[in-house]
């Protein structure tokens, strides 16, 4: 099995990722939402990199919820922000949302002709390392970055599921991610103190998102798998089974 590591969805031509196995993180906040939806009960989110094309469809489709941000901020006439904490069970259960975002929906558009794509955080880590291991096969990471920047938020996520991935199997990877894989052996720092230098991070404390960042950096709170389906993602009807491997 190969891991290949992409620092931000502008590193990597979309025709490459047709037919591939394709993982997209962006953790603050936009898998994040994602998982968390899903997690909530949300029928599917679909995504858009455009706001004109969210607000059609919630012409097509009155009963459709919009939910996203520009550059930290939600969207005027949109339902919610970019929020996790926003997206509980008794707003969005068994609601379609349409999702535009700065950065992760971008990603989540670069990679639509995969074979199979999923969405990965912090919150559904080990499930995601499960699903991967499960699959057997080659997966390309995309990690998508803030505004066309590697962001370390996204990196430290793709370097806890390869450092967890080559705890049980034998893989293969890029030099970018070894790189990202190597602050958590030995076990030397805590997540926390990895991430706390992230420029992401800092912006989104300036503009009082610091309840949503605690959010984004919890380990394994929620045990769903986002599948992309048609025209947006699910969750995986057959939940995996796991045990919290972090402190």
Known sequence: ??????????????????????????????????????????????TTSNIEDAFSAKERNATLLLGGERQAKKIPGFDFGNSPLEYTADKIKDKVIVLSTTNGTQAIKKAEGAKILIAAAFLNLHAVVDFILETNEDFSIICSGTNGNFSLDDGLCAGLMIHELKKRKNISSNDFAELLALPFKGNLFSLKELVEPAFHLALLRGEGHQNDIDFCLTTDSVNTIPIWQLDGFVARKEEINFQKRLK
């Open 1 to 46: 099995m190969n891991i290949e590591l992409f620092s931000t969805h502008k590193e990597v031509p979309e025709s490459y990722l047709v037919g591939k196995n394709v993982l997209v993180i962006d953790v603050l906040r936009a898998t994040s939402v994602i998982v968390t939806a899903l997690g909530n009960g949300a029928k599917k989110i679909r």
